[in-house]
Every structure is written in structure tokens, then in C-alpha cells.
């Protein structure tokens, strides 16, 4: 499998930046090998992600960009053509398929961290779905960069 990346960050966001996001994303790329992306699709961080990813697979038509979701819901279903014009495919993992609703989100997230050779976060406060996401990162020892704190660079 190729490398992979996963964005996390909150459902508001009140900086632009998308410019900082299509760097990051072309850096991920260009040197380190990254062809898969994968979000949520729930939020505000999440439509700048895949904008951002979006506008790279212009350039390399071999990126990938992958809505993983915690649940089957009517809405992929409803509006296919929809989703099908926005991500390259759409997953719901295999160990979430018995996940209680309301642990599901969370167990989505583990699942694409766990997946994921780098991990993206736009975290601003210490609490929320972002930010238990962002420190699931650092125990596994994920590479992540937040880039709520002008981070230049991936850490562990």
C-alpha cells in the first residue's frame, strides 16, 4: 500500500488556510510519497482538506482521495452522484460495522490513524473529537503536524 495521510480538525475554522494545506499536501507528495488521503468529510477542516487534495490530484492523477465513514447512512445512497464526484471512493471499515453509533466516530478515527503513515491536524483547543484524534496520533507515534500551532514540520 502507499503512503498514506489523514486530516483531523475542527468542525469550524476561522484562519484560511488553504494555502498552508496545498503545501503541505504537495510536500507530502512530492517527497514523501503520499498518494492516499483519507477524511471524514464532516466539517469545515475537512472540505479544506479535500479541496486541497482535489486541486493536487489536477497536477498527479494518481492521488486518491478516500471518505472514510464511521456508518452506512442514506445519504450515500441519496446522493451518489454527489460523492462520486468528490472522493475516489467511499469506506466504511470492516471493524466498525458492530460499533454503537455513538462510538463510532471516534473508532473511525483510530481506524484511519492506525492506516495512516502521516496525520494532519488543525487543533486549537484541547478538547473535542480533533483533539482526541491529534493525541491518539502522538501515542502511536504517528508523523503529525498541527498546523493551528504554525508547525513547519512533521514530529512524533
Not at 116 to 133: K, L, M
Request: glycine share 6%.
Amino acid at each position: 500500500m502507499s503512503n498514506v495521510c489523514s486530516a483531523f480538525g475542527h468542525r469550524e475554522v476561522y484562519q484560511n488556510i488553504a494555502l498552508k494545506l496545498d503545501a503541505i499536501i504537495g510536500e507530502l507528495i512530492v517527497n514523501k510519497g503520499v498518494s492516499t488521503f483519507f477524511t471524514g468529510g464532516m466539517g469545515d477542516f475537512d472540505k479544506l482538506f479535500s479541496s486541497s487534495v482535489r486541486r493536487a490530484q489536477k497536477i498527479n492523477s494518481d492521488i486518491k482521495l478516500i471518505l472514510v465513514k464511521p456508518y452506512l447512512s442514506a445519504e450515500i445512497n441519496d446522493h451518489k452522484s454527489y460523492y462520486k464526484n468528490l472522493y475516489n471512493s467511499i469506506i466504511i471499515p470492516e471493524e466498525l460495522c458492530n460499533a454503537h453509533y455513538k462510538s463510532a466516530i471516534t473508532k473511525r478515527n483510530k481506524w484511519m490513524i492506525d492506516n495512516s503513515n502521516y496525520v494532519i491536524t488543525y487543533v486549537c483547543h484541547n478538547f473535542g473529537g480533533a483533539y482526541s484524534a491529534m493525541r491518539y496520533a502522538q501515542e502511536k507515534g504517528k508523523l503529525y503536524m498541527n498546523i493551528a500551532d504554525k508547525k513547519t514540520a512533521f514530529s512524533k
